[in-house]
């Protein structure tokens, strides 16, 4: 009887210690597994930071009082610079450059077309302000009804491939005004519709 007790003692012992075991072993396995979760949330989190910034440097984003990163321009028939129908931004450098992003599928753009032009034909003669018009994402044909449709006489170029518009908007929308000085510093930049000749005006009058 002694022998059979102290016998079911050991087989308790035994249990227990192997239940200890597995407890033990699951607790290891469950923080590793816990390190191992911990280590590939940040291994890609800077992945997504090593990404983000080589696509900003292939892709430079203006920023407010910063130089603008260079684009080329390549203007619509009709709509060109000084009768020039390719250049790059650079290339008005020492003068204030006004670029407003549209497109003619875009109604808010509508609202603010005619102040634009007015606004144009106010310092067009003088030739140290140039506006720019940058098509986004748009058709030849919806293009040219737009521009036929309010007069438009600014240069005016496309951005079938957003090129221009990742540098400028960043795919914030449109319609989106950047107000760039001589030097090709970034100075304004007006989200939305103007709402009045005047407003323009005003922000250009700032920057001469």
Do not use: H
Not at 56 to 69: D, H, I, L, S, Y
Request: some cysteine; charged content about 20%.
């Amino acid at each position: 009887m002694t022998e059979e007790k102290s016998e079911l003692q050991n087989n308790k012992s035994s249990t227990d210690f192997a239940t200890g075991a597995v407890v033990g072993a699951t607790a290891v396995v469950g923080v590793a597994l816990w390190i191992q979760i911990v280590i590939w949330v940040f291994i890609v989190g800077l992945l997504a930071l090593v990404g983000f910034g080589l696509q900003r440097a292939r892709n430079p984003m203006a920023e407010v009082g910063k130089p603008v990163p260079d684009f080329d321009l390549v203007y619509y028939e009709g709509y060109q610079y000084n009768d020039t129908p390719q250049m790059k931004l650079s290339d008005l450098r020492g003068k204030v450059v006004v670029v407003n992003i549209w497109a003619s599928w875009c109604k808010p753009c509508e609202q603010e077309a005619p102040d634009l032009e007015e606004a144009w034909q106010l310092y067009k003669d003088g030739g140290d302000v140039v506006f720019v018009g940058v098509d986004y994402v748009d058709t030849p044909a919806g293009a040219n009804e737009y521009l036929t449709k309010f007069g438009i006489t600014f240069p005016n170029a496309p951005d079938l491939q957003s090129n221009i518009s990742s540098i400028l908007n960043r795919q914030m929308g449109v319609p989106e005004t950047y107000f760039i000085d001589r030097e090709g510093i970034l100075r304004q930049v007006k989200i939305g519709p103007f709402t009045s000749v005047e407003e323009i005006q005003s922000i250009i009058e700032g920057i001469k």
